[in-house]
């Protein structure tokens, strides 16, 4: 694939240096050959059956390129056997990323979280964390202890922001700030309101027009406006500015409880209409 190959072992010591100044661009838009289907799964599979574990990266390569196909289980039987062998731990962790989602898409959260903690010990990245998040976010929202889960699932988002992205693999560039529409919502589930719309500004400032995020937002902040003004009636009460009833009374209407409208106002007097 497209990736620089070093022929032999460097001189000296190495180092990953993010930098803009080497660029891949691809230019099949431009192309006016007719895309084979399944044609990057064609090579691969006959190459692997030419080259056999010899070269150990073309079986990552070809584990992505069956689960692009829909085979879950030809991509797992792939892609654990080149987390086996390889001995680059950046794609090792890519590797294990991968079949941890193809677990926590089928539902199996147990095996996901485990090839996720896996991944945690190859690299230090905020990736492993994010997945083993999902994975507990899942649970709660199938109501699986669900407090407990999104006490968990925020606890590692949180892990996984305080880690910088460093790889020089492909990495989401928004997924710091897509993990947010997540984030919020366990905050909110379990009491936290504050750090909720801090999640929710924190997504905003890398993807401002998220709906969920804005309309979370939103509801976030009338509800702290409502136990702020639910705070002053209380402490209103307490000092004898107002009666238990006018305390009730406001409370019902913040509540919905009780809903006070406008009366009619009186239609406007029609001026006689004078004979022509």
């Known amino acids: 694939h497209e990736y ?8 000296g010591s190495t180092l990953t240096v993010a930098t803009e100044r080497v660029v891949v661009e691809h230019r099949q838009q431009h192309s006016t050959k007719v895309r084979e289907p399944g044609r990057n799964l064609r090579i691969l599979r006959n190459y692997v059956a030419r080259v056999g574990e010899t070269d150990v990266r073309a079986l990552y390569y070809l584990g992505v390129e069956y689960a692009m196909h829909g085979d879950v289980g030809q991509s797992l039987r792939y892609l654990r056997r080149y987390s086996q062998l390889a001995d680059w731990d950046d794609e090792k962790c890519k590797a294990m990323l991968a079949i941890g989602e193809h677990y926590r ?6 095996l996901a979280i485990r090839w996720s903690q896996d991944a945690t010990i190859t690299k230090s990245w905020p990736e492993p964390w994010f997945a083993m998040g999902r994975s507990f976010y899942a ?7 669900p407090e407990y889960n999104y006490k968990r699932a925020a606890s590692h988002f949180m892990r996984g922001l305080d880690y910088p992205t460093d790889v020089v693999l ?3 560039p928004q997924e710091r700030h897509e993990i947010h529409a997540f984030l919020n919502v366990c905050f909110h589930a379990v009491g936290d309101l504050d750090r909720a719309l801090w999640s929710c500004d924190e997504g905003l400032k890398g993807i401002p027009n998220h709906p969920m995020l804005l309309d979370n937002r939103r509801v976030y902040a009338r509800e702290k406006l409502r136990r702020i003004v639910v705070g002053g009636i209380d402490e209103l009460l ?10 009730g009374l406001m409370r019902a209407t913040l509540s919905g409880e009780l809903r006070l409208e406008a009366p009619p106002t009186a239609p406007e ?8």
């Open 4 to 11: 620089c190959s070093i022929q032999g072992e460097p001189a």
């Open 105 to 110: 898409n089928i539902g199996d959260h147990e």
């Open 139 to 145: 649970m709660a929202k199938r109501d699986e202890r």
């Open 170 to 172: 492909f990495a989401n």
């Open 238 to 247: 307490k000092d004898g500015a107002i009666s238990k009833d006018q305390a």
């Open 269 to 276: 007097s029609v001026p006689a209409l004078e004979p022509q």
